[in-house]
Every structure is written in structure tokens, then in C-alpha cells.
């Protein structure tokens, strides 16, 4: 089946690093994204990472795969209060008739304090 | 550029009542996906759109419905409507998906309350 779970919340420290933690059931996933919203907002894709990558850095994103435990993790070095949020881990899946769908978990709400 | 648009922000219906709500996707863009969002929880999926046809569909009743246009706007419409569809309603347009990467952008979202 398809299922996505995260950690429902996470405080860090202004200045601090986060890692914002992701699992997920099913293996073809091909694509795997992260995504931000911010409070009356839509969603902003942050980052993605191919299924064949382990590693993806982009600025203060470091998105971290291990396929084999199915667990995806999102570092944003040096947090600011900008970053506070609610983050989504968004795997793509395939479906029938060979197309791919997004299945979102219900989101990591990330609170940074001074 | 635009980006993705929606309309109405925001709309309170009756039980039993249909609604429409309306996206304008972002410039260039000819796939449209619609999405649930329930207070505390991620995006459901719903369906999406390419060259005016439903090309795939998540659980959701029939009493959900769309519509896609030459222009590719779309349209979803809600009939009977129940408590339990109360919620955000997200669009979000990209081109075709290749492979499964397609970087979708969201609109802000219609804010559906059916009392």
C-alpha cells in the first residue's frame, strides 16, 4: 500500500541545523520531493531527489535517501525563522497505466525560536 | 508571470449544495492536478488533467468531478456536498509528467467550509 509518515513536529534553535525525518512503504518511488508551506499558503516545492541519488545538496537543503530502509531526511543548515513551517515529504509513485502520482505525508511543522 | 491562480478564496456552502472552484495554471504549463487538504494533514489526491481528460484519479467519489479547458484551466466541482468536504482545495499545474519528475507548482488554494 501506500503510505508516507513523518514526525509531526520539530523545534530547533535560530542558527542551529534541522533534519526533518521521512519513511515510506513503497519502492518505486522514482522521484522523491520535499515541499514547504507557510501558514494561508500553497505549497512550495523545496527540493527533490532522483531514486538512484543518496545524496542531493542544494545551498542549505541536504536531502538524504536510503533505499534499502525506505527513509528520507531533509537537513536545512543554519535554521531561520523563515524556515518555520510545515514540511511534506511527497514520494512519487507509479500507478496504473504508467503514470506517477505524488502521496504526501501529513507534515513535519518546523518551529525555530531564538 | 502569474503563477497559479484559484478562485474563490474562500467559500462557505450548505450540506447537500454543489460547488465549483476554478484554477488558471501557471503560464506554459498543460497538466493540472487537484488536491484535499484536511486541517493537519497533507495533500490528498484527487485527480489530474492533460489535453482536456481525466488521466488519473485517487479515491475519491464520484459526487467529485472536473473539467479541463482548451486554455488549460480547470474546474472541479463538488455535488452533495458533505461535512467531510470541508477542507483546502489545492490546485497545482506542471507539464506532463516524464518518468515520474514533473515539478508541480501549487496555487494558494480554496478554503471550503460546508456547514
Known amino acids: 500500500g501506500e503510505d508516507v509518515e513523518q514526525s509531526l513536529f520539530l523545534s530547533v534553535r535560530e542558527g542551529d541545523s534541522s533534519v526533518i525525518n521521512c519513511t515510506y512503504t513503497?519502492?518505486?518511488?522514482?522521484?522523491l520531493y520535499w515541499y514547504k508551506q507557510e501558514p494561508g499558503a500553497g505549497l512550495q516545492l523545496l527540493t527533490y531527489?532522483?531514486?538512484?541519488?543518496d545524496m542531493k545538496q542544494d545551498q542549505r537543503l541536504t536531502v538524504l535517501l536510503n533505499k534499502k530502509d525506505k527513509h528520507l531526511s531533509l537537513r536545512i543548515a543554519d535554521t531561520q525563522t523563515g524556515d518555520s513551517a510545515i514540511y511534506f515529504c511527497?514520494?512519487?509513485?507509479?500507478?496504473?497505466?504508467?503514470?506517477?502520482?505524488?502521496?504526501f505525508g501529513a507534515g513535519t511543522r518546523l518551529a525555530v525560536h531564538p | 508571470d502569474a503563477g497559479v491562480t484559484q478562485s474563490p478564496t474562500h467559500l462557505i456552502k450548505t450540506r447537500g449544495q454543489q460547488v465549483t472552484l476554478r484554477c488558471s495554471p501557471k503560464?506554459?504549463?498543460?497538466?493540472v492536478s487537484w488536491y484535499q487538504q484536511a486541517l493537519g494533514q497533507g495533500p490528498q489526491f484527487i485527480f489530474q488533467?492533460?489535453?482536456?481528460?481525466?488521466?488519473q484519479r485517487g479515491n475519491f467519489p464520484d459526487r467529485f468531478s472536473g473539467h479541463q479547458f482548451p486554455n488549460y484551466s480547470s474546474e472541479l466541482n463538488v455535488n452533495a456536498l458533505l461535512l467531510g468536504d470541508s477542507a483546502l482545495y489545492l490546485c497545482?499545474?506542471?507539464?506532463?509528467?516524464?518518468?515520474?519528475?514533473?515539478?508541480?507548482?501549487f496555487g494558494p488554494g480554496t478554503r471550503l467550509t460546508v456547514t
Open positions: 497545482a499545474s506542471s507539464l506532463l509528467p516524464v518518468e515520474g519528475f514533473y515539478e508541480q507548482y
Open positions: 513503497d519502492s518505486s518511488s522514482t522521484y
Open positions: 531527489i532522483f531514486s538512484n541519488m
Open positions: 511527497a514520494p512519487s509513485l507509479k500507478v496504473s497505466g504508467g503514470y506517477n502520482k505524488l502521496i
Open positions: 503560464s506554459g504549463h498543460d497538466t
Open positions: 488533467y492533460y489535453e482536456e481528460e481525466e488521466r
